[in-house]
């Protein structure tokens, strides 16, 4: 399988724990991004990572919510002391060229509930 | 505010019905991209329009940027239930890096 994989797809934290979330790009991409998406509403940009850069976090909050791509490994997505308003859907992407004239390839998405 | 306006939100149509999805802003894009999402899945690119005027078809679905490229539409000939989902316009702006800003979507049912 070719695309870019998220996990889990569906996660549950109580108000307060943390939530890991994790990307792996499609193979050859170098280029992740993190997109955010209430219900009914479409994506916000979150953050923007090259093998261990981050090159814009401009979208993320600045509390809480760290991102991470390691020369190794998925992309991570973490948010800490998770509140109920984080519940979202979120949504990683990988690029070849980091060039989104080029198209972006999503993955299916990390659905996280906080109750 | 959405920089990216869509209209209309939601959209109920018979099969074979045509439809005109809008998507508009104020600012200026150096090219626009629309997406298609289903239910518990990711959007998927439909198409990428670069230059102001441009039209792009594929297959019933005809994509149009506006010449001063801020603004674009959709517009799906002889809808088929298979085009039910939500759709998404996407805009790149000059000075915005590899930031895509997209719109709040319009969701589409296409009853047969």
């Known amino acids: 399988n070719a695309g870019v994989m998220q996990n889990p797809r569906h996660l549950v934290r109580r108000r307060g724990q943390e939530a890991r979330l994790r990307c792996s790009p499609m193979?050859?991409?170098?280029?992740v991004y993190w997109y955010r998406q209430l219900p009914e509403e479409g994506l916000k940009f979150m953050v923007y990572?090259?093998?261990?850069?981050?090159?814009?976090e401009s979208g993320m909050p600045k509390e809480r919510f760290s991102a991470e791509f390691p020369k190794e490994g998925p992309s991570i997505l973490r948010i800490q002391q998770v509140v109920r308003g984080d519940s979202a859907a979120y949504f990683c992407a990988s690029s070849l060229t980091g060039r989104p004239n080029y198209g972006y390839t999503f993955g299916s998405g990390t659905r996280l509930t906080v109750v | 505010t959405q920089l990216l306006e869509q209209s209309p939100q939601f959209l109920s149509i018979q099969e074979g019905e045509n439809l005109t999805v809008y998507c508009n802003s104020s600012s200026v894009f150096s090219s626009l991209q629309w997406y298609r999402q289903e239910p518990g899945e990711g959007p998927v690119l439909l198409v990428t329009?670069?230059?102001?005027?441009e039209v792009k078809k594929l297959k019933r679905l005809t994509f149009q940027f506006g010449d001063a490229r801020k603004d674009s539409s959709l517009h799906i000939t002889a809808a088929q239930p298979g085009d039910t989902g939500l759709y998404l316009c996407?805009?790149?702006?000059?000075?915005?890096?590899?930031?895509?800003?997209f719109g709040g979507g319009t969701r589409l049912m296409v009853k047969p």
């Open positions: 329009v670069v230059t102001g005027g």
């Open positions: 193979k050859g991409h170098s280029h």
């Open positions: 990572l090259q093998k261990e850069n981050i090159i814009d």
């Open positions: 996407a805009g790149i702006k000059n000075n915005a890096g590899n930031m895509l800003t």
